[in-house]
């Protein structure tokens, strides 16, 4: 018999490539997360991993168990969310995860609808960047999370993690001054001759962005190459508003969605943008009917609805 925790760990380890990595977010020693993957190779009979280098491969069957890890553990989860639903009332900890202006402009609506409507629950926040919050669900760091992408940057396919669209906002640029048309892109060559339009400008100045790694980031790059240009970084931070700042006093032009532009400064121009992002409520597989993840997801919807963001 194939044991479950065992499976999570043999999927964590194709999720995150090294067992140092599963065993530092599991608080595991890198030794135990082997012997119980060498203890789950016996039960399966047949090899699961393979030594590449200094590394450890998952063996064409290690694959295939990990896709049925997927359906199993989906499944556990489906479960654990049916009798969650037996339960007279929702309460207890619900650990959230979300990004630094979803904090700002989206989750204090939300605790304040969920406390209304559910006062037994107890949620408890955290900010992540959206690029790690499948490995927060899939540890159990987190229960749900507000999670974005932008055009550029897609959200990889995830089947360990279930998504619901929450919001769809446009891209500003912000600058300390310059032209403030904005036009309609209708496919790939248009956007890249609206985005050298509006971008070109900028092509020698210095850049704000997102620090590096995170999906801000990797978007600001790619909408300058777009343009034609290589973005000159000068600052890398996460805080929209410090971006509003330093743009307003000309140290730089950056990208700000719309969400965002309710707190810029005197001084700053605000340039939209054919380019989107799209923020969304991610939870674990199998997990949208948990009560507290559907309550969840009914009151950010309800918080941005009330913003007029709704999409």
């Known amino acids: 018999m194939l044991d479950v925790r065992r499976l999570h760990l043999l999927r964590e380890l194709d999720r995150r490539g090294t067992i140092a990595a599963v065993a530092e977010a599991h608080s595991f020693t890198a030794s135990a997360v082997s ?4 203890v789950l190779e016996r039960e399966a009979g047949v090899p699961l991993l393979e030594r590449s280098g200094r590394r450890v491969v998952l063996t064409p069957a290690g694959r295939t168990l990990v896709t049925h890890a997927d359906a199993v553990l989906e499944r556990l989860e489906l479960a654990v969310s049916e009798l969650a639903g037996a339960r007279e009332g929702i309460g207890g900890p619900l ?46 760091e987190l229960d749900v999370a507000l999670v974005h992408d932008y055009d550029f940057v897609p959200a990889s396919p995830d089947t360990t993690v ?49 620090r590096d ?20 970084i000068r600052h890398q931070v996460n805080d929209f508003r410090t971006v509003l700042a330093l743009a307003a006093i000309g140290q730089g032009a950056g990208f700000v969605p719309e969400m ?11 340039t939209r943008l054919p380019l ?33 963001g709704a999409s």
């Open 35 to 38: 012997q119980q993957l060498g």
């Open 95 to 140: 650990r959230i995860g979300t990004f630094p202006s979803g904090g700002l402009a989206i989750v204090p609506a939300t605790l304040a609808e969920l406390a209304l409507r559910h006062p037994a629950l107890e949620p408890m926040l955290q900010e992540i960047d959206s690029a790690r919050v499948s490995d927060g669900l899939r540890a159990g």
């Open 162 to 210: 279930d998504q619901v669209p929450l919001l769809e906002e446009s891209m500003y640029l912000a600058t300390g001054g310059g032209a403030t048309d904005s036009a309609p892109a209708t496919g790939p060559a248009a956007l890249g001759d609206t985005l050298a339009k509006l971008l070109g400008p900028w092509a020698t100045s210095p850049w704000i962005t997102a």
């Open 213 to 232: 790694g995170t999906t801000g980031h990797a978007m600001a790059v790619r909408a300058c190459q777009a343009a034609g240009f290589q973005p000159r």
């Open 260 to 270: 965002a532009t309710a707190h810029a400064p005197e001084g700053v121009v605000l």
């Open 276 to 308: 989107f992002r799209r923020s969304k409520v991610a939870f674990r597989a199998g997990g949208g009917r948990h009560p507290a993840i559907a309550a969840f997801v009914a009151a950010a919807r309800t918080a941005v609805g009330a913003t007029g």
